[in-house]
């Protein structure tokens, strides 16, 4: 089966555009590949704004408690956390020493957030490659995950390719699966912006998190900035970003075209439009709910999923790794 291997950061919590982009993707690949979902906690830490590392380190367990509720399935896939499999940090070193500079200071991430900070961490700069570090490591042909990945994932074959030019053949060469719709989920107080975890504790209105309750999740989207009009427009063209949004999420949710969705709110005053996507959601993130409070409370057994998953984990990226040193004649 091909490799299939994703990642969240737990960098904070985990809101609906995580599910769409990511988690929701990855239960349906369970059957067809070998899975390997990836708490990424090295990650986490690329920059002082987001955590230290004792929050992150209790935050990686809520994450694998979340992964599971939401059907991702650890004896049909592997999850584990990056930092508990050391080769990730050693082959990024090595793919580091031959990236160019100037490609790392073209990721559209880092020329955003750069420019909002005057102090930037060069872990903003070169997380990038730990990613394709990640990547690789699992001989992945296939990657799952949101739009705002896209180009990592781009700069990952750049990287594989030039490696095995001049080395020989040594990775497998990877691409995104980005999903129809829901792709890039944007912000609720401001829809020119991506949904992120990061953005939601400087700004409580900016996301719904997959765990938040039904009043919550209501009340966020009521708030949801949309625009000056009262009714969904049948036109896609004619719709605010707010509005494109929240149609967005509708048929993430229902599993939908953007089309489909959006036929069934036209015409619809934008008070009637949230209320059918709050019931979505709610109805989508109940379940999960539920299932995460029971498994966030057995430690022992999450624990024990997770050594499981670092351990055959570390068996894949041992071999990678010792190939890729191979062929650079370090060992
Ligand atoms: N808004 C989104 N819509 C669709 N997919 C998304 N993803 C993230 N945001 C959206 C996808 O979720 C996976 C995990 O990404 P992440 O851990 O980087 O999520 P984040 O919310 O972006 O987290 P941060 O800490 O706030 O990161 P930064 O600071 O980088 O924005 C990925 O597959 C991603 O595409």
Redesign the pocket.
């Known amino acids: 089966r091909p490799r299939v291997l994703?990642g969240?950061?737990p960098?904070?919590d985990l809101?609906i555009?995580?599910f769409?982009?990511?988690l929701g993707q990855w239960v349906e690949m369970l059957d067809d590949y070998d899975c390997f979902f990836c708490i990424v906690d090295l990650h986490?830490l690329t920059s002082t704004r987001?955590a230290t590392g004792s929050t992150v380190a209790s935050r990686a367990r809520d994450v694998a408690a979340l992964y599971v509720a939401c059907g991702i399935d650890p004896s049909r896939a592997t999850i584990f956390v990056q930092s508990q499999v050391p080769e990730h940090s050693e082959l990024m070193w090595l793919l580091t020493c031959s990236t160019p500079l100037g490609a790392l200071q073209r990721m559209t991430?880092f020329k955003g957030k750069s420019g909002q900070t005057d102090s930037i961490e060069a872990g903003l700069l070169v997380y990038p490659v730990l990613q394709a570090a990640d990547i690789l490591l699992y001989d992945t042909e296939i990657v799952p995950?949101?739009?705002?990945?896209r180009q990592h994932i781009e700069l990952t074959r750049d990287i594989a390719q030039k490696f095995n030019a001049v080395h020989g053949e040594t990775f497998v060469l990877p691409r995104a699966r980005v999903p129809l719709t829901?792709?890039?989920?944007m912000g609720l107080d401001d829809p020119d912006k991506?949904?992120?975890?990061?953005?939601a504790v400087i700004h409580p209105n900016h996301s719904i998190g997959l765990l938040s309750s039904e009043s919550v999740i209501r009340k966020r989207i009521a708030r949801a900035v949309t625009d000056s009009g009262d009714y969904v427009e049948a036109d896609s063209e004619a719709l605010s970003a707010g509005v494109r949004n929240l149609v967005e999420i509708l048929a993430s949710f229902d599993h939908l075209s953007f089309d489909e969705a959006l036929r069934r709110v036209a015409g619809e005053s934008y008070g009637k439009l949230k209320e059918t996507v709050a019931d979505s959601i709610v109805s989508t993130t109940e379940p999960i709910r539920e299932r995460y409070e029971a498994l966030r409370a057995d430690e022992a057994e999450l624990d024990r999923i997770l050594q499981d998953g670092a351990e055959k984990a570390s068996e894949v990226a041992r071999r990678t790794l010792l190939r890729a040193q191979t062929a650079l004649g370090i060992r």
């Open positions: 994703s969240v950061q960098s904070g809101h555009g995580n769409v982009g990511a986490a987001k991430q995950v949101g739009d705002d990945q829901g792709a890039r989920i991506k949904m992120s975890k990061t953005d």
